[in-house]
């Protein structure tokens, strides 16, 4: 009960924020589902490169949590679509927490996080070592960026998409 009336006060903006993060499950793997993955690379970017004349794309992974699936997009463009090197790429993820948009900006995971999902070339090529942790390379990370998004809320000026992944 106490809780529950120090967030309808609003008195602590913070502890709202706290709440939520507490209950989000934040739930994601590296090329999680690959068949999304699959028709990206197959069927969808090579569609949207024949149709679009400024050789730029924009793709979204919307409730993003620490990132591994717009990284991932990130590796699988990079190693498997060389026909879009030379193409301005940007690739934009957003979640609700604060506390995952921090860890997706910073490219740092656990070697228990770079085992579920990622191809064993993938962190050799793309990642370096950090003690216990692997960091995204540089140039992957230059290549994301990444908001604070709550659906239910009034939502911040974004880019136009061409691909959105929720």
């Not at 191809?119 to 990444?146: C, F, I, T």
């Amino acid at each position: 009960r106490d809780l529950a009336s120090k967030l309808r006060m609003n008195a602590n903006p913070s502890l709202g924020e706290d709440v939520v993060d507490a209950m989000t499950t934040n739930e994601t793997s590296w090329f999680r589902d690959i068949h999304p993955f699959e028709s990206l690379r197959t069927t969808i970017l090579p569609e949207l490169m024949a149709a679009k004349h400024n050789r730029s794309l924009t793709i979204c992974s919307a409730a993003s949590s620490t990132g591994q699936e717009l990284y991932s997009l990130a590796m699988m463009i990079d190693l498997q679509m060389p026909e879009l090197h030379g193409w301005d790429v940007r690739l934009h993820g957003t979640d609700l927490s604060r506390e995952v948009i921090a860890q997706a900006k910073a490219g740092r995971y656990s070697a228990l996080e770079v085992n579920r999902g990622l191809p064993a070339q993938y962190p050799a090529r793309y990642m370096v070592r950090d003690g216990a942790h692997y960091v995204v390379s540089e140039n992957l990370r230059r290549k994301a960026s990444w908001d604070r998004l709550n659906f239910v809320a009034p939502w911040p000026p974004l880019p136009r998409f061409d691909v959105v992944l929720c």
